[in-house]
């Protein structure tokens, strides 16, 4: 049966309710969490203006691959009257996002990072930096090597008679498509060391598993890629070295039951 505290008790302080004393420390931390948001967001203001002036310059270098690959005298279009000044302004924006990635990965890990033990603050580090530089080299592998190969495949088996006139609204938002594809694909290793820490998976499980994951690459590679087989093994063949690569890297990081 419930008792109302002794007043004599409540005095001494037994029986009191923590949540006042608790109140100034979730004020804490969320000043905290407004000051790192602050931040990061001015972060990618600082960033997006820095590439506003080169915006142009940008979407020049986006369409390089499609270019070169275009017939003698063919060019890109522009179907929107406003096309012209946004297609470039989302190209900055993207980029901009892009290379701040660091920064704001940063503010999230320093409003994170004093709730974490040593070794888990070991731990985040590596694999936020391992993150950053997968997504980036998944990036530089859709522009130097799959962009040049799939354009090369579709001005190919362009019909006779018919001109190909990509609109740059269109072929900017087919580019980044393959970007973010290529980018969070390649982060593949990271997400499988983190079910490992986790505990939802083990490298041994995953050796069991490859052949699920091979036919579960394909698919993905299917879905997210343009219609040719190409770009397709373009994306499945380094993903299951990615893989096999999340596998040692698990097998490394994570202790493994004796």
Wanted: proline fraction near 9%; aromatic fraction near 12%; glycine fraction near 6%.
């Amino acid at each position: 049966m419930h008792r109302d505290p002794d007043p004599a008790s409540a005095t001494d302080g037994v029986g009191v309710d923590p949540a006042p004393a608790d109140e100034p420390r979730l004020l804490d931390h969320l000043i905290e969490l407004r000051s790192r948001l602050m931040r990061a967001v001015l972060g990618l203001l600082a960033a997006v203006l820095v590439m506003l002036p080169f915006a142009n310059r940008l979407y020049g270098w986006l369409a390089a691959p499609l270019l070169a690959k275009l017939p003698e005298g063919a060019h890109m279009i522009a179907v929107e009257v406003a096309s012209p000044f946004f297609a470039p302004l989302k190209l900055a924006f993207f980029v901009a996002l892009v290379l701040s990635m660091p920064w704001l990965l940063y503010q999230a890990w320093a409003f994170v990072a004093p709730g974490l033990y040593q070794r888990e603050k070991r731990l985040a580090l590596p694999l936020l930096a391992s993150a950053v530089g997968l997504f980036y080299l998944g990036c530089a592998f859709a522009y130097f090597l799959v962009l040049p190969t799939v354009f090369g495949f579709l001005t190919g088996i362009t019909p006779e008679g018919v001109s190909m006139m990509t609109d740059i609204n269109a072929y900017l938002d087919f580019v980044l498509v393959i970007f973010l594809a290529f980018g969070l694909s390649f982060e593949l290793p990271v997400a499988l060391v983190i079910l490992s820490l986790l505990g939802w998976v083990t490298p041994a499980q995953m050796r069991e598993a490859r052949g699920y994951a091979i036919v579960g690459v394909f698919i993905v590679a299917a879905v997210v890629t343009p219609p040719d087989v190409i770009s397709q093994l373009m994306l499945a063949v380094p993903m299951m070295a990615l893989y096999e690569l999340g596998i040692l890297a698990s097998r490394w990081l994570v202790p493994q039951p004796r």
